[in-house]
């Protein structure tokens, strides 16, 4: 997808080498095949070694019942066919019925924390856009929850949102009076408005900052021209703002979904390997089926159905609203 | 663009609102961080009862904190060097050649990009562990094994994001040097890669940030001696009793290299993803 991008200046660019090949790039000539292969060969092995390798071995061990009693002998564990599968695909099983609620939570919590996300970023891109006096400084403000680390954001989090010794409660309690009692955040049904803000405070700056750049592409021409139409500023906002800023959204909100349905620190920073129910995402969930309970097998059988789930959205997504042009993937 | 009085109004209220959201945590973090441990564990007060500097002495020696951050620090700027060193090649390769596997090979190293990290965790850590019996290769357990994982994880943005670049910048300057001579690989280092600088600091940035802040990885990967920031802030926790205000103290310290940086560098980051990604 990323290739065909730049489907006018790539057939320009063709054009251009054509002629000139013959005499500028004579060793892409003599030898074209290996060149080129040389230079993705480091690129190549590290995802083979780091991630497609892996994955395969992910893959075989969810059909192996690799639970605590063959950590030490792989090789020992029973070949169990898709039964790790159907145990997970199952709603009325306990293990099935806890992932598919696991499932429910985490698309919640992605609908809001990639909407929200986008809302702010887009919201606070449109008041940076233009000229003012400390510009540069409610930018680079508004950048720093994601420049941190991301546990530091988690961390801080957790500290705030602390019953008896947490800012959330003073501010929301002793200061504003909207609360009689000092709720809990991190424990009961809270938990899950309190992983939602936590990931939303650290990824709406993403979205600024990919937006910002969208907008800052965007000719001034374009809305003075609107501008002299008498078209008001709402509707200079769709019908030029949110048409251009099409290319930037497409990936901003792939993007934004993957990274938060695969979500992992936020829930584990705050909740550490027993997360509130409410709270209990499907990354973490996999986590502690495979990590806390042993059960590696059932563990890498979630994480193949969570990677074809991510596979099919992504995929009807791209065809769909034909990201990236006529795409040739 | 006619500025008129009501959006001035709103622009106002508006940054008031996203500063105050972004502040909140900030300052709950700072302020804590210079309290007496006494008044952390009591109720919340916006202005300290008592300011000391103190826990910024005794991070150091509640735990190890100097050598999470050397080895946070080596891990990291490996993984940056040898992956932006990695992506340039790449990109290059997908920019300006034609050969056939183009589309296969930059749809694969994208769709990593969404592979779920619990999915190749638990079979890179055998993996490595194998390796290390085979071939006598320390993975597990050392820089090189936290490295070589962390640079994978910035490589599909970084490709993605150079292809872009690379393909704004005209070929006509490399074929210049060309033909005086040059080799390809001259052509990209000395003619592509300076004009590519903000694209290039860009994708650092981002590869800096991924290996700096992963946690997942970090837990399972390392040990005593190798472990990093993201896994071993955590042991303020693990005694009986937190610190607080050493935990923010510390969140501070080693939030300060990376943010120092990105905001440093930002404009670069803005015209990288104006120019690379962003195009569409």
Redesign the interface.
Known sequence: ???T??KK??SE??Q??QR?DE???P??RVR??I???L??L???L??L???????L??VG?SFLELTQFYVRN?SAAPFVGFRNYLDGLDPSGPIGGALAQSFLITFAYTVLVVGGSWV?GI??AM??N?E?RGRRW????????Y???????V???S??LQQ????M???LV?NLHLLKERPFWLIGNNAFWSVVMTSL?RSWPFAF??L???L??IP?EL??AA?IDGAS?WRRFRTITLPLL???N??LLL?LF?WTF?E??AP??LFGQAPPATADL??LH??VN??VDWN?GL??AM??L??LF??VV?VVYIRVLRV?GEG?? | MREDRTFKIVRVAGLAFFTLITLFPLYTVVISSIKPLADVRSTFHWVPSRITFAPYADIWSTIPLARYFMNSLLISLGATAISVFVAILAAYAISRYRFSGRGVFSLTVLSTQMFPGILFLLPLFVIYVNLERAIGIQLYGSYAGLIITYLTFALPFSIWMLVGYFDSIPRELEQAAMVDGTTALGALFRVLVPVSMPGIVAVAIFAFMTAWGEVLFASVLTDDATRTLAVGLRNYAIQSNVYWNQLMAAAIVVSIPVVAGFLALQRYLVQGIAAGGVKG
Request: hydrophobic fraction near 55%; glycine fraction near 6%.
């Open positions: 997808m990323g290739s991008r730049h200046p790539e660019n063709r251009v080498r000139s005499h500028v790039f060793k892409a074209p095949q060149f080129p292969y230079l993705v480091p690129a190549l590290f995802e070694l780091v991630h497609i390798f892996p994955m071995v992910g061990v792989w702010l919201s606070a008041l940076v233009s003012f409610f930018r680079a403000l508004f950048l720093i929850p420049a941190l680390p991301v546990y530091v954001a961390i801080a989090w500290f705030l008896n010794n947490g800012a409660n003073t501010l002793d405070w900052l990919m910002l750049a969208g800052q592409s001034a809305y003075e501008s500023r099409r290319p930037v497409l990936v993007v993957l695969n992992f620190n584990y920073v499907l990354s996999i986590y495979s990590f590696f563990g890498a994480s193949v969570l990677l991510l596979l992504s990236g040739d993937a």
